[in-house]
């Protein structure tokens, strides 16, 4: 293979053509569907490619999972030659083909975004920020376009050879993430692509190249220009592939999470247990992840926000509010605050709540208590914030314990778990005490 000067991936023009027997992209990699896509698109005499994420995985040995496809043919030219396909977006204009379950998207070649072609306009604001992208180009110019070198290798259909327009196969073998263009302007056009990097570098175990980290610290802020429900769809990509304790740690070694969670980075640096409970919380998350189990955004953000929820609670109670109002008054505020920088959906915001207010309940033990609160739907994910409580070091252990022995004993055991409440050094300070009964006054004949 040809080696370019690395400073060709700034300003790529010509590619370099890799031919099948030099890589090892097969059609077995491509699924039906996309190839589907990428032979209507070729027949009706359009060039058609595979782009982006898919060939730089094949690249390195992974089985590619999501398959981008970029054309000459415009989206309404695309949307012409598939019934079940839809455009989306105002920003950027793309196409959604579907088959079944599984969608294909289908881009325009971008071109640049100073240039204009009749209505089709880029428009960007004061700081840079690229607000509307539907400027067409050739594959040249999109390649430009692209975020990272290692994205912007192309996949023809018409001979199965790579094109390679920005040194991505050379950045590939030295697993090193690099931006396209000039960094600090590329991250100005969308300040996303700071989270992209992180998202990329944590999934990949690749490095930032030099120039590609070094404007981060100073643009992170730019994040808060963002549209708080397009950073939350960025948050369930950063956190729910896998890769979530890398990623988290690469948010804050770039200062990049407190754009996200502000009130977590301040609970982290006033409790040592905030950043305890977060680590352990990513840490279950990716071990479920990669034994194919089930994962909720809902219980994640509730490992999040608890730190902020506690402080808050704590501030409340101070000023003389009762624990139970203080902690639901608290939680109503730090998710007020929390949707100035990322929304959270009611499907998500509902869960998070009773998980926190199940906190309370899981101390209070006595009588029919236990049973009641075992049956509660939230119980589970609860119970599990409980125990990250405790190994975090937020609270003492033994609740935790008594929870596990009494989900897993039979009734006679249970009975005797319930006869132990109250003198468990877990009850203390629980506020599950048990009134003294007082008592009567004999009475006195008058």
């Given at each position: ?205 690749f490095t930032l190249a030099d120039d590609t980290e070094a404007p981060i610290y100073e643009l992170a802020p730019l994040l808060l220009q963002i549209p708080p429900a397009r950073l939350f769809d960025e948050v369930l990509k950063l956190f729910m592939a896998g890769h979530g304790l ?201």
């Open positions: 293979m040809a080696v370019r000067h690395p400073s060709a991936a700034t300003h790529p023009s010509q590619a370099h053509i890799i031919p099948r027997d030099e890589h090892p992209v097969s059609r077995q990699h491509i699924s039906e569907a996309a190839l589907k896509v990428l032979y209507r698109l070729d027949g009706a005499g359009f060039e058609a490619y595979l782009v982006g994420g898919c060939i730089r995985d094949a690249m390195l040995g992974k089985m590619p999972k999501d398959f981008d496809v970029a054309t000459n043919a415009t989206p309404e030219q695309v949307r012409g030659l598939f019934r079940n396909s839809r455009l989306i977006g105002r920003r950027f204009r793309i196409v959604h083909v579907r088959f079944g379950r599984e969608v294909i998207e289908v881009t325009t070649f971008r071109g640049k975004p100073q240039d204009e072609h009749g209505q089709h306009l880029a428009q960007q604001s004061d700081d840079g920020l690229l607000l509307r992208d539907n400027v067409w180009g050739n594959i040249e110019e999109d390649a430009l376009r692209r975020d990272f070198t290692v994205n912007a290798l192309y996949y023809s259909i018409a001979d199965s050879s790579i094109h390679d327009f920005a040194n991505g196969m050379q950045d590939i073998e030295a697993r090193t993430l690099r931006l396209i263009g000039d960094p600090a302007t590329r991250y100005r056009e969308d300040p996303v692509r700071m989270l992209r990097a992180v998202r990329f570098a944590a999934k990949l175990d890398m990623t988290f740690r690469l948010l804050s070694h770039y200062d990049l999470f407190g754009m996200l969670f502000p009130e977590s980075e301040e609970a982290m640096a006033d409790a040592a247990w905030a950043e305890r409970l977060i680590e352990q919380a990513l840490t279950n998350t990716d071990k479920r992840i990669a034994e194919g189990r089930p994962v909720t955004p809902a219980f994640l953000l509730a490992a999040f926000l608890w730190a902020p929820v506690v402080h808050r609670q704590q501030q409340l109670e101070s000023e003389g509010m009762p624990p139970i109002p203080a902690l639901q008054t608290a939680a109503q505020q730090v998710i007020s605050r929390q949707l100035q920088h990322t929304s959270i959906p009611k499907r998500f915001g509902m869960p998070m709540r009773d998980i926190w207010e199940l906190q309370a309940r899981l101390a209070q033990r006595g009588g029919k208590r236990a049973f009641q609160t075992r049956e509660h739907p939230r119980f589970r994910a609860a119970y599990d914030l409980l125990l990250l409580r405790e190994q975090a070091g937020e609270i003492p252990s033994g609740l935790g314990d008594w929870w596990t022995a009494f989900q897993e004993g039979d009734e006679h055991q249970q009975r005797r778990l319930l006869q132990k409440v109250g003198s468990d050094p877990a009850d203390q300070g629980s506020g599950n005490k048990k009134k003294r009964k007082r008592r009567r006054k004999p009475k006195t004949d008058a």
